[in-house]
């Protein structure tokens, strides 16, 4: 039987920083990917400059499909837009990224096979007995990074409950650069009201928009119409291919490692709920049990004893950011006309959210910062509409 350290499933943006950073740390690492890579993988493809920074080498010049510097917000005839000093967000095309995180974790040492499912593992004394489609491996740590539908995450979590997942529809619009730019401005746009607990967006990308929508599995029947019609409202062609994925929006009432294994990224529920944004967290995530794991070789102890300074490290670094998010979020969109709008009504308050974006704040220092002030913005608004 081959064996390793640590086996890692999944080479999205988790599972190749987790295999990086073990294979840094000389630990013997194989990360499994079920696809034959490039795969595609369905997503809107903006990665903050707060991702960027988890990364510990630049991203080529020629992944970067655009650089954005703003944001344009709606809500019914509510419109406004900021630009930052500095780009918040590079954006890519995700199985082009996500094949380069992979040769990365190749090149620190990590053995990348692609085209191979994992099927199970099985913990024992000693370590874990990992099954694939093709092979019987043993290892010491297994580490999850296989996305929302996460078949590692069984040896950890519960599965997540339907009010923690929102179903999108996205499309790929082909365009010309210089149209996009005429367009959207190097800005992504966001609108929100459509549906009630999510919005639509706009990324400009090289030569084509990436379009989609996004909301709660109950507003799901309808979401093919809305999705028309807001491409229709922004002079798109509405007859594009439309496919459907799911982001994870966790509460996280559970742990997110066990005996001799650990979930990242998705199959954690690491993602923004108000921005959607998973990147970012799945790559630090990554890094994270990577630092477990290597905690374990040298303590010598690869139980959960020490796999707990996984969770540790991520509720101090953004597990309580992400709780922050999610409560802002469900008051936000409970009470559209009067957080929503005079969110999106108010340039400082938009350009302030660009510091977390680009990592200069958190999430739970913004919502301080905004929920103490709102008292006077919900003012300047109604005096303001009364004045005009
Ligand atoms: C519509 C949409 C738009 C989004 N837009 C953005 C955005 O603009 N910016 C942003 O930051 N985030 C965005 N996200 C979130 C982001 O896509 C995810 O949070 C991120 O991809 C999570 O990375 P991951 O590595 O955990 O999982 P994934 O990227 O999903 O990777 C999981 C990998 O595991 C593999 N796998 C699955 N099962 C197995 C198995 N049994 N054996 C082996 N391999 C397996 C899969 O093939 C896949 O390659 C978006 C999500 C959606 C749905």
């Given at each position: 039987m081959i064996k390793f350290d640590v086996i890692v499933v999944g080479a999205g943006p988790a599972g190749s920083s987790a295999a990086r950073f073990c294979a840094k740390g000389n630990l013997k690492t194989l990360l499994l990917e079920k696809e034959k890579m490039p795969r595609e993988k369905r997503c809107a493809?903006?990665?903050?400059?707060?991702?960027?920074?988890?990364?510990?080498?630049?991203?080529?010049?020629?992944?970067?499909?655009?650089?954005?510097?703003?944001?344009?917000?709606?809500?019914?005839?509510?419109?406004?837009?900021?630009?930052?000093?500095?780009?918040?967000?590079?954006?890519?095309t995700r199985n082009k990224f996500d094949s380069f995180l992979a040769e990365k974790a190749r090149e620190a040492g990590a053995e990348v096979r692609d085209g191979e499912e994992y099927l199970s593992a099985t913990a024992e004394k000693d370590g874990v007995i990992v099954k694939t489609a093709r092979e019987t491996y043993a290892c010491r740590i297994v580490i999850g990074a296989d996305g929302i539908h996460s078949r590692v995450a069984k040896l950890v979590r519960a599965p997540f409950k339907q009010k923690e997942i929102r179903f999108c529809l996205?499309?790929?619009?082909?365009?010309?650069?210089?149209?996009?730019?005429?367009?959207?401005?190097?800005?992504?746009?966001?609108?929100?009201?459509?549906?009630?607990?999510?919005?639509?967006?706009?990324?400009?990308?090289?030569?084509?928009?990436?379009?989609?929508?996004?909301?709660?599995?109950?507003?799901?029947?309808?979401?093919?119409?809305?999705?028309?019609?807001?491409?229709?409202?922004?002079?798109?062609?509405?007859?594009v291919k439309m496919k459907g994925c799911l982001i994870p929006l966790s509460e996280f009432g559970y742990n997110v490692y066990s005996e001799r294994a650990m979930i990242t990224g998705d199959a954690a529920g690491f993602a923004d709920a108000f921005s959607g944004e998973g990147i970012r967290f799945a790559i630090a995530s990554g890094r994270m049990a990577a630092e477990s794991a290597l905690e374990c070789r040298k303590k010598n102890d690869f139980s959960k004893n020490i796999l707990k300074s996984y969770e540790e490290r991520a509720r101090k670094e953004f597990i309580g950011d992400l709780k922050c998010s999610a409560r802002m979020t469900n008051l936000s969109f409970s009470h559209p006309r009067l957080i929503l709008a005079t969110a999106i009504g108010n340039k400082d308050v938009l350009k302030k959210y660009f510091g977390t974006m680009t990592g200069e704040i958190s999430f739970r220092e913004y919502s301080d910062w905004f929920k103490l002030r709102l008292p006077y913005f919900l003012l300047k608004r109604i005096f303001s509409r009364r004045k005009n």
């Open positions: 493809g903006g990665v903050s400059k707060a991702a960027l920074d988890e990364l510990d080498f630049a991203l080529p010049e020629e992944l970067v499909e655009r650089r954005c510097w703003g944001m344009s917000l709606s809500l019914g005839k509510l419109r406004n837009e900021a630009t930052n000093d500095s780009p918040v967000a590079v954006m890519v996205i499309a790929e619009i082909p365009m010309q650069k210089e149209r996009i730019s005429e367009l959207l401005h190097d800005r992504v746009v966001i609108w929100y009201g459509f549906i009630d607990m999510g919005y639509a967006w706009l990324f400009p990308k090289g030569d084509y928009i990436s379009a989609g929508i996004g909301g709660t599995f109950e507003q799901a029947r309808n979401l093919k119409e809305k999705f028309g019609e807001f491409l229709t409202r922004n002079n798109l062609p509405a007859d």
